[in-house]
Antibody, heavy 132, light 111 residues
């Protein structure tokens, strides 16, 4: 059974870069058609999708964060990472990594298959505070 | 920043049926599947419904999802105390090269 575990500094200074790693255990990060994703949740607030990356290098980012995000995958270490630059107090949140299933979005003959993407395995989350 | 709108709260007594709505637009719910996640207090979200109305293995059939046009809903029948949690709808949004959007979240309280 695949499990995910986030790791990284719990405290980051304003204007610096937040760096988190998600370690995948119980399976290979390269197997299957998965996207490796990041989601965050400020205390007492809702979920916000940050972005995703496939092992083939395809990425999508939240438009509101796009200029500050880098997501990468290291298949040799079975890990993927998030870097968020120029952080402010507004970036203080619990950060989750997740595995996402993705597919569809094409037509074959007379049949069309809707696109699907959803997170089926989540890490426990790690709290990151931005403060001087 | 959420583009999917949910009521902030819903409640019911044990055994009752509770319904949560999720309103979106043509670029997300209107075009793509809807998903529902359950977040118990102090824990990570868990997938509850995928592709509008499918339940992952282990999710009780008390939970059901539906979609119509640019809206969706989650129904919890036979409400139980352990259902007290936050519930989020989600969908892929085709605008701006594509990204995933969550709903504003609904806190379900079992009275």
């Amino acid at each position: 059974q695949v499990q995910l575990q986030e790791s990284g500094p719990g405290l980051v200074k304003p204007s610096q870069t937040l760096s988190l790693t998600c370690t995948v255990s119980g399976g290979s990060i390269s197997s299957g058609s998965y996207y490796w994703s990041w989601i965050r949740q400020p205390a007492g607030k809702g979920l916000e999708w940050i972005g995703r990356m496939s092992t083939s290098g395809s990425t999508n980012y939240n438009p509101s964060l796009k200029s500050r995000i880098t997501i990468s995958v290291d298949t040799s270490k079975n890990q993927f990472s998030l870097k968020l630059s120029s952080v402010t107090a507004a970036d203080t949140a619990v950060y989750y990594c997740a595995r996402a299933i993705e597919g569809g979005g094409y037509c074959s003959g007379s049949s069309c298959f809707y696109y699907y993407y959803y997170m089926d395995v989540w890490g426990k989350g790690t709290t990151v505070t931005v403060s001087s | 920043q959420s583009v999917l709108t949910q009521p902030p709260s819903a409640s019911g007594t044990p055994g009752q049926r509770v319904t949560i709505s999720c309103s979106g637009s043509s670029s997300n719910i209107g075009t793509n599947y809807v998903y529902w996640y359950q977040q118990l207090p102090g824990t990570a979200p868990k997938l509850l419904i995928y592709r509008n109305n499918q339940r992952p293995s282990g999710v009780p059939d008390r939970f059901s999802g539906s979609k119509s046009g640019t809206s969706a809903s989650l129904a919890i029948s036979g409400l139980r105390s352990e259902d007290e949690a936050d519930y989020y709808c989600a969908a892929w949004d085709d605008s701006l090269r594509g990204y995933y959007v969550f709903g504003t979240g609904t806190k379900v309280t079992v009275l």
